[in-house]
């Protein structure tokens, strides 16, 4: 009875207590109950990081519940089976951690110390090892090799990556389009992007575009780069103001103003208003210019770079605009828009100034003759981080050799050694020509030698070049010791070979024609041609040694033929050999590990040994006849 009075007792208490809290106590507020979670922000803060942490140690059950039940669902028959021809899909940035980073930021490091041989080597060699390469490794070095226009390297390390099954993504697609626009293999460029629409799992990108237009119209391609244009827009792609400004400068080297206006119009139409990229408006400008209006040019060039334009200028979009002033006779226009380019430009926040600002200047001074002001303004890309590549040294010693300043572009040549500047096939060449020219053909074939020596490869016209100017001052025995470097590294034709065998019978160094048709007989005997043999007939008869040439050849035929009897003979001899020793071992006694049977055994045995014999005696001559094979 107590007890149950005691009970009720509380229950009472219990409900006047939540009658009172719910009549008195303020509702809390979410800003209220978190003022008392921690004392201070700080602890807030690593109460957060903490939870943080343990989510990523223990996912939630919810998580993992959802993991369990996507591994338990069936698998596609295509997952179950993939095909193994079909494209590789390519890692996201996130593969590149770990070992697989450091191995990345090595790779970069050869390429900023210009070792790009050995950048290439070590992505070769990591692609079978435990760290393999990302592809993001792989267009790093190959964007450095097209920067030095290494294209050979730069193709047979993606062939490389490809038959490794490195998964390229849209950069490596476009590197390698990059390429072959640049060798002018315009087909084979257009082949590649057919296979990319149709095949990779990705869509190309603007860039694709850009590179693959700027291509056809470098190579004379226009109407193609417009039908591509189309195919562009028709695949959804925006209109880009880059594409159109390469059809708008290539019609303007045309001459061809309507064009050029009727690109920008279309341009406007299709983005639907006035273009704020002024990248156009330097070929706009020639469009006036080409009319004959140079007030609108004028007003045009205010409207992009007005102190109130909102027209949006790169350092591309300046250039174009500084080409403009200073090919249409507006070169002190020109200057002054450059020092105000050279005073706002501030990296990296403002950019105003490029690699390709300096060239315009330089080609500006160089059209009017003031070459030191161009080499000055050349020297001074420096103050503004710039540096001079392989082009732009080339477009100043061309214009120093073209004006005979063969002493300041010998400057510029060794200026480059200084700035860690590789030297190309042009380079040597423009130095080489301007050395004959100049009366200097010892230093036109010491370049030579060295764009040889360097590993690059001058073509035949510089080769013939070369030639025919040491010849031209008499120097007929070193064009022959440049006939025999490059014999071998160049496909001669009967008129390579009819000009150094003149030259050499000209001087009376009959010997040493025939030492050229000894070497051409035993290297490549196609070489020497009806043609070729007539005019040595001719040649030698002059002195009444043609049948030396007859006596030669029959010669040296006979030396091949008596080697091939003699390797023939050689390979017979070696399978008599090693007959003759099997049957040394057919004939051993314990051959078999065998005692000698004895004479009432003979008879019943020679039954089991002839039959052992001729199998092993079968084996013996069938690797006695792959031996001769071998041999």
Known sequence: MAASKLSCLNHHIRSLTRHHFRLQAPPLTFRFLRSFSFATPEEAAAERRKRKRRLRIEPPISALRQQQQQQQLPRPASSQNPNPNAPKIPETVSALTGNRLNLHNRILTLIRENDLEEAALLTRHSIYSNCRPTIFTCNSVMAAQLRQSRYADLLSLHRFITQAGVGANIVTHNLVLSAYMDCRKTDIAMENYKQLINDAPFNPSPTTYRILIKGLVDNGKLEKAIELKDEMLSKGFKADPMVYNFLMSTQAKNSDADGIFKLYEELKEKLGGPVLDGVVYGSLMKGYFLRGMEDEAMNCYAEAVGANSSIKMTPVAFNHVLDAMSKNGKFDEALVLFDRMMTEHNPPKTLTVNLGSFNVIVDGYCAQGKFSDAIHVFKSMGTKRCNPDTLSYNNLIEHLCNNDLLGEAEELYKDMEDKKVSPDEVTFVLLMDTCFKANRPDDGAHYFKIMVESKLRPNMGVYNRLVEGLVKVGKVDEAKSFFDMM??????KDDEYKFIMKSLFDVGKHDEVLAIVDRVVRED??????????????????????????????????????????????????KASTREAVNALLNTPRLFGKKEPEDDQKTTSSTENTAEAEVVEEEAVDAVSNAGGDS
């Open 487 to 492: 014999m071998g590294k160049l496909r001669m």
């Open 525 to 574: 005997p196609s070489d020497l041609t009806d043609e070729l043999k007539e005019f040595i007939g001719e040649g030698l008869s002059k002195e009444g040694r043609e049948a030396e040439l007859t006596k030669l050849i029959e010669d040296i035929e006979r030396e091949k033929a008596e080697a091939v009897a003699k390797a023939a003979e050689e390979a017979e001899r070696a």
